[in-house]
């Protein structure tokens, strides 16, 4: 696969040099890689979900090293394995349907129209699901005779596999690829939405007359503001300029030209000006597992300074956005730090920032990061396509998106491989 | 001396209290004199009331002091009464008299506290008190003894002008009548008054006035005495000791402050029960004008009217602001630049320094006010009275309007209008015999020494205070550019101290990269950020230095947009906050947020971002009515997120902010 390895390649130099903005773009991007490697990927007749996802997580392990930041690369990487396992899963339970009627019965329980997943995968996926999915309160109360389903949870290509032998393979092989492509075709298409999903909830959240703050410049804040807009609600924003990115002009450019009523800020002032906003809505770079935020830089003193007035924060994350590891010092191990000119004229300065200069270091440091780590406590809600949530909620949240063997993506290929 | 004085440290608090209260409420008593009745106001009768007032409440405002100067001098707002006071206070020499005939030993412990100040006196000993005091205060002091003048170095008023200074002295009269015995109280008074008339030259219906004014004041003194004699019985014997140890308690101050203060005291103590309503009125006087709200548009129109510069108003303006002034950028200087030589009321010297406030060549509470202060030094040093008009009131006028014209190019800091209440006072308290060149030449050495000792000096006070906080290793943040703060560093770094920098920044003003440049300049190892890292850094910070704009009393510190945010941040890490603000800063209003009260800068630097071409998406819709810029540049940081204010008065909380306030003004306004 000369051809798909050129495209990675493309891919992985773009994500080195930092060429992606954005991670919707970032997220989508990958899932539309990953579902070309699918594609090309020679499934054997034996143990196919296993190649894929061997394939997958070679890839994944790839790009998730070339920019170990831009967390929504991982976050789609293991979004497709998890597919995989789901589509697999759901194979393997149809195959045994169709051996087995009682549990043809079962599978009607749980995917209504669903007898046999052939065309449908999404309806697949869904019944996978809800049958697959680790213990919760409704797979308890609902699935107490699906007995045979909850081992399978665990089960994982190996597993599969054996009971695949027993299925017809020939009708699968083609099936599981099939499957597997339809649902990351889903998944782009969901990345590719949320904006609107999540704009959907504006009007329940904005009010007539408010005040919202917001800093830097986020499409799903945009977007959101938008749309409550449309609504005919009337209220007022406060842009922070988001310096050194700048990007609150964008922003408040956008929010003029749609005719919103708009208040340039600088970000000192954002302390000045809290204790008449009525709500902070931000955008996200990344949510993690336990509810902290890994935001544009900056917004960790806007929290503060929000919790301080008791101003609802309110971020905006679309669901390719949920990463399902826990942050470890994310303030210095997730951030990243920018070139020094974006703050100081390198003419002035150059003798003073060099390290060649003198004995060791030199005198003058500048400190540019990226992101902000807001932690769960100064976060009021998460507005995802999905609704919103709590800060506490967002592990479960994760739980829904990923399978639990995917979580740690690199170590386990190099242990596999 | 010396026994007394350690009875006063341990009494000063209560004295203190006591004190403060007392001052204005004589500068009312002290109308009756011809100027003061002249003026308007309260008159005699206020005066007696106001005594009792002050009794009253332990725990009284100290601004009503300005307010209450401001009445009796119609021009001079503020500063002018405390001075007077002081003349008065020499009315604490009454409180021998009083006190101490009943109490203790009266004799003996006036002479020996007061001896300096009192001369004998051709009136009466409360009279000679009076004159001697205020020699004292004046360096010439031929009369006046060295001790007093030597506390006061640098006030300087002229002693001579002290006679002129009736006003203190009817004042003293007054309320020395209230505790003496009648009899006493009338010759006194009598005697005081008429030297008052004589030295009020101006007022030609002073005599009359006066004699009304004695009469009241001996009806008052009588009313009074009887009420006091009650009183006296139960309470004088302990109020009296008090006061007397007050006296001594701030020697080093200022031996005028404890004047003021027995005087107080003693009042208070002597009427405790004569009247509560003139003291409510003396708070209402002492709290600080509104300021002028913008949004008042019949208001404006006649500042408008008044006007000097030509504003055009911003006409995209954000809502929440309106009550601020805005305009458009750069429309005042071509304006102003063109009216130089048409402009007569306006002194060149001051017109440059409002051409710099307005270009921005001179930023920054200390280089603003010292600007202002020389301006106003040449000023006056220029300043010729016009014929049939008093030096006083002409050049309190001329002021005003200077004043006014600043404002006009840009709101007065408030460290600036302290500085104007000085001045103000000066003037007002300037001795009446004075020749005026004799009084121009004490104005500007005022001026010189309140630059000298409530900036410069204070300021090395602060970097003597600071320098002790700061250790090897540590990693000290401070945001934009303050004086006080750059002084801290770069002195720390003198003495060897190994230790880093952070300097935080924000945008429009990137006053911080000045700083970089100086300190860097210096060898300091420096880290620069953009406020917006702010807890990035904060990580590794061991220690924020921050400066103010003012303090205010309820401990909020008013400053550079953006240290609240700092100050947030550094405690939220759990970081020390250290605030370096001299004492000239500190203000008796008190502020919850930014909002209400702030400045607006120029919106145009918000939309450019210089050095950054690709940062364009705004200029295309400056006109847009949807978009509004709002450039703020002030902010307030609550009390609460800081450990600690440097001033020089010491290393203090924020909750003591008040008690400096109080403490210290009158002081601060006789230098």
């Known amino acids: 696969m000369p051809d798909m390895q050129g495209l990675v390649n493309e891919f992985l130099i773009k994500l080195k040099k930092r060429k992606m903005e954005g991670s919707q773009a970032t997220a989508k991007q990958t899932a539309e890689l990953l579902r070309a490697v699918i594609s090309q990927q020679r499934v054997p007749y034996s143990n196919q979900s296993a190649a894929l996802i061997d394939a997958v997580k070679s890839v994944g392990e790839l790009l998730i090293s070339a920019n170990p930041i831009e967390l929504a690369v991982g976050n789609i990487v293991r979004r497709v394995l998890h597919i995989i396992r789901e589509e697999d899963l759901s194979l393997t339970t149809a195959a045994m349907a169709g051996l087995n009627l009682s549990s043809v019965s079962d599978d009607d329980d749980d995917a209504e129209h669903d007898d046999h997943p052939v065309l449908s995968a999404a309806a697949v996926a869904a019944a996978a699901r809800s049958t697959l999915r680790p213990p919760s309160l409704q797979t308890l109360l609902e699935d107490v005779p699906d007995g045979t389903a909850i081992p399978r949870t665990s089960s994982s290509g190996g597993d599969s596999e054996g009971k695949s032998k027993s299925a017809d393979k020939s009708s699968r092989t083609r099936k599981l690829k099939h499957d597997v492509i339809e649902a990351v075709n889903e998944l782009i298409q969901d990345i590719n939405t949320c904006h609107e999903q999540i704009a959907e909830q504006a009007v329940e959240h904005i009010h007539q007359n408010e005040v919202i703050l917001t800093l830097g410049s986020s499409r799903t804040v945009l977007e959101f503001l938008c749309a409550a807009k449309e609504k005919k609600r009337s209220f007022r924003v406060f842009v922070a300029e988001g310096a050194p990115r700048y990007q609150g002009h964008l922003l408040a450019k956008e929010l003029v030209s749609r005719g919103l009523q708009t208040t340039l800020i600088t970000d000192s002032a954002v302390f000045a000006m809290i204790s008449r906003v009525n709500m902070v809505i931000v955008g996200a770079h990344a949510v993690m597992a336990n509810g902290g935020v890994i935001a544009p830089v900056g917004l960790n003193m806007v929290a503060l300074a929000a919790q301080r007035h008791a101003v609802p924060f309110v971020v905006l994350a679309g669901s390719h956005k949920l990463c399902p590891l826990y942050p470890h010092n994310p303030e210095v191990l997730l951030n990243e730090l920018r070139s020094p000119s974006e703050l100081l004229d390198f003419g002035e300065f150059s003798e003073c920032m060099d390290f060649g200069n003198g004995a060791g270091s030199p005198l003058l440091h500048v400190v540019n990061p990226t992101f902000d780590y807001v932690p769960p406590k100064l976060v009021s809600l998460f507005i995802t396509d999905t609704g919103g949530h709590n800060p506490s909620y967002m592990y479960r949240l994760i739980a829904d998106y990923y399978s639990a063997d995917d979580l740690v993506v690199q170590r386990r290929t190099t242990t596999g491989s | 001396m010396d026994s007394r004085r350690t009875p006063r440290s341990v009494i000063d608090p209560k004295v203190r209290q006591v004190g403060f209260f007392a001052p204005p409420d004589r500068t009312n008593s002290g109308q009756p004199d011809p100027i003061s009745s002249s003026s308007s106001s309260p008159s005699p009768p206020a005066a007696n009331i106001s005594p009792s007032g002050n009794s009253l409440s332990p725990v009284m405002i100290p601004p009503p002091r300005h307010s209450s100067d401001s009445r009796p001098v119609p021009f001079v707002p503020h500063p002018a009464s405390p001075l007077r006071r002081e003349s008065i206070p020499a009315g604490s020499s009454y409180n021998p008299s009083d006190f101490y005939p009943p109490a203790t030993s009266p004799t003996a412990a006036s002479p020996s506290s007061f001896a300096c100040r009192m001369p004998v006196g051709g009136y009466g000993e409360f009279s000679e008190d009076v004159v001697a005091l205020s020699p004292g205060r004046a360096f010439r002091g031929s009369s006046v003894r060295a001790s007093a003048s030597s506390s006061f170095p640098g006030g300087g008023f002229d002693l001579t002008a002290l006679k002129a200074s009736s006003v203190p002295a009817s004042e003293l009269t007054t309320v020395s009548v209230f505790n003496l015995p009648p009899g006493i109280a009338e010759k006194a008074g009598g005697a005081f008054v008429e030297m008052q008339n004589d030295r009020h030259v101006s007022s030609k219906a002073a005599k009359e006035k006066t004699t009304k004014a004695e009469r009241r004041a001996l009806q008052e003194a009588q009313r009074a005495a009887k009420a006091a004699a009650k009183a006296e019985g139960n309470k004088i014997p302990g109020t009296g000791s008090s006061a007397v140890t007050s006296v ?216 003597k205070h600071a320098v002790t906080k700061i250790r090897d290793g540590d990693v000290l943040l401070t945001y934009g550019s303050s004086s006080a703060v750059e002084m801290i560093l770069l002195h720390a770094h003198e003495l060897g101290k190994q230790f880093r920098v952070v300097i935080v920044d924000s945008r429009p003003k990137l006053e911080g990269q000045l700083l970089l440049r100086r300190l860097v300049g210096k060898g300091l190892n420096c880290t620069y950020a953009h406020i917006n890292a702010v807890s990035y850094i904060m990580h590794e910070v061991s220690r924020v230095f921050l400066g103010a704009s003012s303090v205010l009393c309820n401990g909020t510190v008013y400053s550079r947009v953006g240290t609240a945010c700092v100050a947030m941040v550094a405690h939220a890490f759990r970081v020390p906050v250290l605030v370096c603000c001299e004492a000239y800063k500190f203000h008796e209003r008190v502020q919850l947020d930014s909002i209400c009260a702030n400045e607006l800068g120029d919106p145009d630097a918000i939309s450019k971002v210089p050095g950054r071409e690709d940062i364009n998406s705004l200029k295309h819709l400056a006109s847009s009515e949807k978009l509004q810029l709002l450039n703020l540049i002030y902010d307030a940081t609550p009390s609460d997120y800081i450990s600690m204010i440097i001033t020089d008065y010491g290393m203090v909380p924020p909750t003591s902010v008040p008690v400096i306030v109080r403490e210290y003004r009158r002081e601060h306004l006789w230098i």
């Open chain 2, 248 to 463: 001594n308690v701030k020697p080093a101050k200022g031996v005028k402050a404890a004047l003021q203060k027995n005087d107080s005291v003693s009042v208070a103590a002597s009427e405790k029960k004569v009247a509560d309503r003139p003291v409510e009125k003396d708070r209402k006087k002492d709290v600080p004008q509104p300021r002028m709200q913008y949004d008042d548009r019949s208001r404006v129109e006649k500042a408008k009217r008044r006007a000097v510069v030509y504003q055009t108003e911003a006409r995209n303006r954000v809502e929440l602001f309106r009550h601020l002034p805005q305009y458009e950028h750069g429309t005042q200087l071509p304006d102003l630049e063109s009216k130089f030589f048409q402009l007569d009321p306006v002194h060149p010297a001051v017109y440059k320094v409002g051409l710099q406030y307005l270009s921005g060549n001179i930023s920054g509470g200390n280089a603003r006010c010292i600007a202002m202060l020389r301006a106003f030094q040449e000023a006056i040093k220029d300043y010729s009275t016009p014929p049939e008009k008093n030096l006083g009131r002409d050049l309190t006028a001329k002021l005003s309007s200077y004043v006014s014209f600043l404002i006009e190019c840009r709101p007065l800091s408030i460290s600036m209008g302290n500085a104007i209440r000085f001045l103000k006072g000066r003037i007002a308290k300037l001795p009446l015999t004075l020749s005026e060149s004799e009084a121009k030449a004490l104005l500007q050495s005022d001026i010189s020494r309140f630059i000298s000792e409530k900036i410069i000096l204070a300021d090395k006070v602060i970097v």
